[in-house]
């Protein structure tokens, strides 16, 4: 194998290690951007929970709000 020839090998692996990286990377934000979403939806479920709760004692026992 020639100069020239291994660098052009050597240039097409790192294009392709770098695009590798990048399409990982890329979705990685996308998973880790996903995660968020479900947490924050557990965390609005709970909000919800916690007030119903709240309500239902208060119309059942006739306690006064905080």
């Known amino acids: 194998m ?3 020839m ?9 294009a392709v290690a770098l ?9 990685a934000c996308n998973a880790t951007r996903g995660f968020g ?3 924050s939806s ?3 479920d709970m909000s919800h929970g916690a007030n119903n709760a709240q ?4 119309k059942n026992t006739g306690a006064a709000p905080n």
Request: net charge positive.
């Open 19 to 27: 695009m590798g990286s990048c399409a990982l990377s890329l979705s």
């Open 37 to 39: 979403q479900d947490v």
């Open 42 to 44: 557990v965390g609005h």
């Open 55 to 58: 309500n239902s004692i208060q």
């Open 2 to 4: 020639n100069t020239t």
């Open 6 to 14: 291994r660098k052009s090998v050597v240039r097409v692996a790192a």
